[in-house]
T-cell receptor
Framework: AQSVAQPEDQVNVAEGNPLTVKCTYS??????LFWYVQYPNRGLQFLLK??????LVKGSYGFEAEFNKSQTSFHLKKPSALVSDSALYFC??????????FGPGTRLSVLP | DTEVTQTPKHLVMGMTNKKSLKCEQH?????MYWYKQKAKKPPELMFV???????INESVPSRFSPECPNSSLLNLHLHALQPEDSALYLC???????????????FGSGTQLSVL
């Protein structure tokens, strides 16, 4: 069975500083990895995904994530945070032919 | 059109009521999903329809009854719910290019359900 961990419930960062939201996973195979963002009272929005190929994936709104197979991690990054990036971020993993498992979520607060 | 539209946005119902949640997409997606999300928790999968056929039921109680009348519409019929069923109910859709799992989900904004 696959599982996803997001070790930080909350991440605080100052506007303009780089941000990292961590994700580690446990699967018995080659995973598909995703990041979604959720703003208050809204559904989730897709940011980026890794299926295969280049370990550095670029996504929406200037976000990127790096797949590290040896560390089973897929951390979300952005070089310069904006106040408008404040939201709830979910990492998700799936295996070929199976459905997504979402991590518990990390609340990002970008302080002006 | 890249939207998934859910109605109503808010719903309050008693434990003896019957109500329905509706979801619509016009992106040509052939997989549609219902998720339940409690506050500050990740979404939990309830049902998946693929080509209008129910393909996954995650052991959801029978008081929740899904329906997919056509490729654009997905309903969730509610009957005799419990207060613990209060949550945000999210609909999502995706393309189907092969087995599930590698296509991104498009989510609606959800229906905030309160059961009194």
């Amino acid at each position: 069975a696959q599982s996803v961990a997001q070790p930080e419930d909350q991440v605080n960062v100052a506007e303009g500083n780089p941000l990292t939201v961590k994700c580690t996973y446990s699967v018995s195979g080659n995973p598909y990895l995703f990041w979604y963002v959720q703003y208050p009272n809204r559904g989730l929005q897709f940011l980026l995904k890794y299926i295969t190929g280049d370990n550095l994936v670029k996504g929406s709104y200037g976000f990127e994530a790096e797949f590290n197979k040896s560390q089973t991690s897929f951390h979300l990054k952005k070089p310069s945070a904006l106040v408008s990036d404040s939201a709830l971020y979910f990492c998700a993993v799936s295996l070929y032919g199976q459905n997504f498992v979402f991590g518990p979520g990390t609340r990002l607060s970008v302080l002006p | 059109d890249t939207e998934v539209t859910q109605t109503p946005k808010h719903l309050v119902m008693g434990m003896t009521n019957k109500k329905s949640l509706k979801c619509e997409q016009h992106m040509g997606h052939r997989a549609m999903y219902w998720y339940k999300q409690k506050a500050k928790k990740p979404p939990e999968l309830m049902f998946v329809y693929s080509y209008e056929k129910l393909s996954i039921n995650e052991s959801v109680p029978s008081r929740f009854s899904p329906e997919c009348p056509n490729s654009s519409l997905l309903n969730l019929h509610l009957h005799a719910l419990q207060p613990e069923d209060s949550a945000l109910y999210l609909c999502a859709s995706s393309q189907v290019t092969g087995p599930l799992g590698d296509e991104k989900l498009f989510f609606g904004s959800g229906t905030q359900l309160s059961v009194l």
